[in-house]
């Protein structure tokens, strides 16, 4: 399995604020994805990021408001730009592992609340 | 896209079996899995089935698999109230990143 560390846990932020999230893996992986979780939702896909590429954001996400970094194999960022209140979400960190790449894991999630 | 369907609610008595549906949208999706999620936290793993195998087990949990229906099922025998919880199916398709329902919110009562 692959363990996931997210920072930070939670955050309250000011509307037109920045938020970076960090997520940190145990262990090397190819494909890490950051997904949304809206309150009561369940999880969007908001973008794939692969190490030394541009990540490739799904529909609907845009690069100016979630700028991603993807600097090694075990370590990425994903920054929520000029926030407003709809952004209040968890975001979670998510990673392909086990021994034939077929599991995903998720890390604890970033619950954050846009005021 | 389409959506994975899951009933919203599920409530049982502590000790009995559980059983959470859901219908997936691609006949070809190579992994069907399913998540835990208790208050707070970020996502468990639980289980996953290859579309191959039609039938998984891994202590008290049951995962059914109908590819024909489109159909996966997880079944928790002897449910404890540790259990509740919310649950979601996800489904791998060639191609695609995970496609997750909605989370079948499982209660279970002493």
């Known amino acids: 399995s692959a363990v996931i560390s997210q920072k930070p846990s939670r955050d309250i932020c000011q509307r037109g604020t920045s938020l970076t999230i960090q997520c940190q893996v145990d262990?090397?992986?190819?494909?890490m994805f950051w997904y949304r979780q809206q309150p009561g939702q369940s999880l969007t896909l908001i973008a794939t990021a692969n190490q030394g590429s541009e990540a490739t954001y799904e529909s609907g996400f845009v690069i100016d408001k979630f700028p991603i970094s993807r600097p090694n194999l075990t370590f990425s960022t994903l920054t929520v730009s000029n926030m407003s209140p709809e952004d209040s979400s968890i975001y979670l960190c998510?990673?392909?592992?086990?021994?034939?790449?077929?599991?995903?894991?998720f890390g604890p999630g970033t619950r954050l609340t846009v005021l | 896209g389409e959506d994975v369907e899951q009933s919203l609610f599920l409530s049982v008595r502590e000790g009995d079996s559980s059983v959470i549906n859901c219908t997936y949208t691609?006949?070809?999706?190579?992994?069907l899995y399913w998540y835990k999620q208790e208050p707070g936290a970020g996502l468990q793993l639980l289980t996953y089935?290859?579309?191959?195998?039609d039938m998984k087990q891994d202590q008290r949990l049951t995962v059914l698999l109908n590819k024909k229906d489109k159909h996966l099922s997880l079944r928790i025998a002897d449910t404890q109230t540790g259990d509740s919880a919310i649950y979601f199916c996800?489904?791998?398709?060639?191609?695609?990143?995970?496609?997750f329902g909605k989370g079948t919110s499982l209660l279970v009562t002493p």
């Open positions: 998510s990673v392909l592992a086990g021994v034939n790449g077929d599991e995903q894991f």
């Open positions: 262990s090397q992986v190819t494909m």
């Open positions: 089935i290859f579309s191959n195998m």
């Open positions: 691609d006949s070809s999706s190579t992994y």
């Open positions: 996800a489904e791998k398709r060639p191609g695609y990143a995970l496609n």
